[in-house]
């Protein structure tokens, strides 16, 4: 391997960095996804929602509500029976895990690889995180997940990130054996499958994201999907203060006090017009993946991030794992300066609220309630204690990790750039 980026042979160029010619061209504007697509579909349902003049989901009849169609369409693809559109991602997460009866002073596993709302999700239930490693996949470790349960533990969070499933079959079998609920944070691999199986169908309950960078999006938006009637009930009524009092039913449970997370007919129309465009979207950034994967399969020195299912895999990103964190952070420099968008993954100097490290308000126990709930609630206090090198697995993982995203604008002359600039790095450093 070369020690400088000024070397160079017969059988290399000169890398960017160094002075050399930048491999990369015709670059996207963005890297969004959904956002990107957004056009006259998306007008005209917004347009058409607006000249009804009425955008509340309910007192109308199911088959005038573009949310309710929403619901209906979005709960088809996703294989369950019961789907609940909601106004965030977040407001998912909460409402599912009311629906799967996490409570004050319970415990819920996330992973150290997420984004903070997975974790402030479960302290708006005044219950505690639990952060688990994540393996090689950059997905929760079933092997450290059944180390962490507790008498306490209710629910363990599962989150598909950039599109990549969890080892689902390990995760299950481990919540089987203990008896603990499985919710599926699906909010960034909406359209995602495992082994056939749609992401989101698999645990208790699923919880989906519409926002911005998504990739379908509402502005704002999320969903909770489930097959079992009383989970969907209890986010239901969570979800909405009044709901039993717009729905007419036979009820299972006995309706409770609630919040407002409910979406409107405005963002429902946004993102019906939206879940259209999914399937096209993943299957241009599937491909792009596939192609990288074939065409640098033969690299040497760099391993790919583990994807416990590629079919189902999302294609949002190519990871590359390299032997130490310095080369992964010279290794994301060069690739930067030959015009791609890629990064190291953990750097503490750049404070990335997906990473454990960096959720300031989790570590330190920071509350917005005056009396220091939930953290010290003499009924239940907090059993957890949370420090920076708690996962040092993870860290280890994230800090040896160059990450390159894929948008489905990419061209394929970008496409095949990116691949020339990788391997031209790669024979370098």
Known sequence: MSTTLTQETPSTEMLAIAGGKPCVVEKPESYLFGAQEIGKEEEEAVIAALRTKNLFRFFKDPKDSITAKFAAQFGEMTQVAHTLPVNSGTSALIAAMVGLGVSAGDEVIVPAYTFIATASAVLALRAFPVVAEIDNSLTLDPIDVEKTITPRTRAIVAVHMRGVSCRMDEIMAVAKKHNIKVLEDCAQSNGGSYKGRPLGSIGDAGAFSMQHFKIITAGE???????????????????????????????????????????????????????????????????????????????????????PDREGDCGLSLVLFMENGERAKKFAEALRAEGMSAGSMFDQGIPDRHIYYHWDYIMKKRTPDLNGYPWNDPARPCQVEYSKDMCPQSLGHLNRAVSMPITQVMTDAHVESCIRAVRKVAAVL
């Open 221 to 307: 938006g999320g969903a909770v999907t489930t097959n079992d009637r009383k989970t969907f009930e209890r986010a239901a009524c969570y979800h909405d203060c009044a709901y039993a009092f717009w729905k007419s039913q036979d009820w299972l449970i006995e309706p409770f006090v609630g919040e407002n997370y409910r979406m409107s007919e405005m963002n429902g129309a946004l993102v019906m017009a939206q879940l259209q465009k999914r399937g096209r979207i993943l299957a241009r950034t599937r491909q792009i993946k596939k192609r990288m994967w074939a065409e640098l399969a033969d690299l040497k020195g760099v391993k790919f991030q583990d994807i």
